[in-house]
């Protein structure tokens, strides 16, 4: 019975997205039912079918080798530095040492990097076309949508929309809606591949999960938002899937080059986030424990106390087993108020004050798809700033869509983790 107690919370996910709903009469129910069967499919396929698990777990094997490789590259930059290896000793980084930003850092630019050929030999554009068209197909969804959903799932959430440029200008609303959900409710390859090495260091076996995360928020994105935001509008693309974007390389070189680049500032940006967060949360703890002792010297009052109570009934409904639903709880509350790499750094490091354990398989399971996407705060500033530079006379749509796309990808996350919780 615990199995099907998940079928709670979608009851729960699509009820907010129908409270949510700008025009509920107009909600396609034939896509939202096409949207959940693809979204349990995939889980299926993925968890239960041993030929596609055996699949994963060796792409999963494949992006944890990622990081060895970008490690070559982070020797010969640091090689010479110290890093301590355990209390009063010492070892060469490129000798085996860890450090966090130097690590992370090389893993996104090479990601960056392989993304960059793939694109310039127009790799990425055929994958993404293939599987935008078969969604486009199943689903009914218009072209540029259904382009901008699957494109989410490969690469970043503002690059995603490069490759619909010609049609942001004249798309709907509701399309608009669904390729910010998109963006939100997916994660880039180069951070995924991230996520993935920092639980295998911890000896948790992330990375199928989180690729099935990735594919299963494209469908799922498209059903919370055309919920929230049905199609009331002619669509430009509707039955149309037409992908021709030139590479803006020169030659292979010049796509390392860029990717590189490109990786650079992206993991900057990441560090600096980090940086400035957990800073923050360390200055909001220590005022809110002081709060808290005033009225009781034991009750340490915390973000994380916080986020465990708001976000409980979510976790709860989600099928979320008894001893985690505190823990999966708070970790919901930092991804979508921090950001995903706070959450997943908690949930990985047990060697940090903020570590938060999560023991059961199926907590485990749930929790790492539900956080795995850019639905937060600060990402919403980002895709408002990021694509009105592509699309200047949409800015105030943008805008105006802003949190109801960060409704709609947190939804869609949630909706993903609890199929998956269901079928395993």
């Not at 490969?154 to 998109?182: D, H």
């Not at 750094?345 to 398989?361: C, G, M, R």
């Amino acid at each position: 019975m615990q199995r099907f107690h998940g079928l709670l919370g979608i009851a729960l996910i699509l009820g907010l997205a129908f409270l949510f709903s700008n025009n509920r009469k107009k909600i396609n129910v034939r896509l939202v039912v096409t949207g959940i069967a693809l979204q349990a499919v995939i889980a299926f396929l993925v968890f239960k079918v041993e030929i596609v698990q055996r699949f994963f777990t060796k792409l999963g094997h494949g992006m944890q080798r990622i990081e060895e490789f970008a490690r070559q590259g982070a020797s010969f930059v640091y090689s010479g530095l110290a890093i301590e290896a355990a209390p009063g000793s010492f070892i060469n980084y490129a000798a085996g040492g860890f450090v966090f930003a130097f690590n992370v850092t090389a893993t996104i630019i090479l990601v960056c990097a392989l993304v960059a050929i793939l694109y310039h030999f127009g790799i990425m554009q055929r994958i993404v076309s293939v599987i935008a068209r078969a969604m486009n197909i199943l689903m009914r969804v218009s072209g540029a949508e259904a382009l901008s959903n699957v494109a989410s799932a490969f690469v970043g959430q503002v690059e995603a929309q490069v490759m619909i440029r010609p049609y942001l200008q004249g798309m709907t609303r509701s399309e608009l809606l669904a390729s910010m959900s998109g963006s939100l409710a997916c994660i880039a390859g180069g951070i995924m591949v991230v996520y993935a090495n920092m639980g295998a260091a911890a000896g948790l076996d992330l990375a199928p999960k989180l690729i099935t995360a990735s594919l299963m928020a494209a469908p799922g994105a498209l059903v919370i938002s055309k919920i929230v935001w049905p199609e009331t509008e002619e669509s430009q693309t509707m039955g149309n899937v037409k992908l021709k974007v030139e590479s803006n390389y020169t030659n292979v070189i010049d796509a390392i080059s860029h990717g590189a680049g490109d990786g650079f500032k992206i993991a900057m940006n990441v560090i600096a986030m980090l940086i400035g967060f957990i800073a923050v949360i360390a200055l909001l703890d220590f005022i809110l424990i002081r709060t808290g002792h005033l009225f009781n010297p034991n009750f340490d009052l915390s973000l994380n106390w916080i986020f465990g109570k708001l976000f409980y009934p979510f976790a709860w409904a989600m099928g979320v087993p008894a001893e985690d639903v505190n823990s999966v709880a708070t970790l919901l509350g930092q991804k979508i108020t921090i950001n995903e790499f706070v959450a997943f750094k908690n949930l990985t490091d047990k060697n940090i004050s903020s570590h938060v354990a999560v023991v059961s398989e199926k907590g485990l399971l749930i929790v790492s798809i539900a956080i795995c996407g850019f639905a937060n705060l600060s990402s919403v500033g980002m895709q408002i700033g990021g694509i009105g530079e592509l699309a200047p006379g949409r800015r105030t749509d943008l805008a105006k869509l802003g949190l109801k796309a960060l409704l709609c990808g947190t939804l869609a996350s949630y909706l993903s983790a609890t199929i998956a919780g269901i079928i395993i």
